[in-house]
């Protein structure tokens, strides 16, 4: 199984996204992660869509986001060709004990706390995918009550050639 990063432009207007969402539904493509918003243009919106498979279902993939009518441009990456960064806010139940734990974790990690009260703090993380994997994991261990996650951005890495 490969992992494949698409860059979709599409035009900005209301059904585009329920169409490319149609579009890996109707072929039993999973979609793991779906980020979608405003490029410079306010008539286009770039979508960044994760998804897996075999050889020929990528290339089926990008096939098929090639046929719609609102795409306007499809990229395709792999991992190693972009940069890639994932926003995540958790929220986590902590006490006197761990307290001093979570912030060293925040500091080595880079994270930020962004709210806190007497026993809940959030945390906000801008990082990888598999970093924002590794902050959840580190903190399994305290009581985390809530996640929210951006899915995945990614631009191709800069060349002297790009336009």
Do not use: W
Not at 60 to 87: P, Y
Not at 94 to 105: F, G, H, I, W
Not at 140 to 149: H, T, Y
Request: proline content about 1%; some cysteine.
């Amino acid at each position: 199984m490969k992992k494949r990063i698409y860059s979709v432009l599409v035009e900005n207007r209301s059904g585009v996204l329920c169409k490319v969402a149609g579009l890996f539904s109707r072929r039993c493509f999973n979609i793991d992660s779906l980020a979608v918003g405003e490029t410079d243009d306010p008539d286009v919106s770039c979508m960044t869509v994760v998804s897996s498979g075999d050889e020929r279902t990528i290339e089926q993939i990008e096939k098929q986001l090639n046929k719609k009518l609102d795409v306007i441009k499809v990229k395709t990456f792999a991992e190693s060709q972009c940069i890639t960064r994932e926003l995540m806010l958790l929220k986590l139940k902590y006490n006197k004990n761990n307290r001093r734990d979570v912030m060293e974790l925040c500091d080595i990690m880079k994270a930020q706390i962004v709210d806190m009260s007497k026993h809940f703090m959030m945390i906000q993380i801008c990082d990888t995918p598999e970093r924002i994997q590794l902050m959840i994991h580190m903190l399994q261990s305290i009581s985390i009550v809530e996640v929210a996650r951006t899915g995945t951005l990614a631009l191709s890495k800069c060349k002297e050639n790009d336009n």
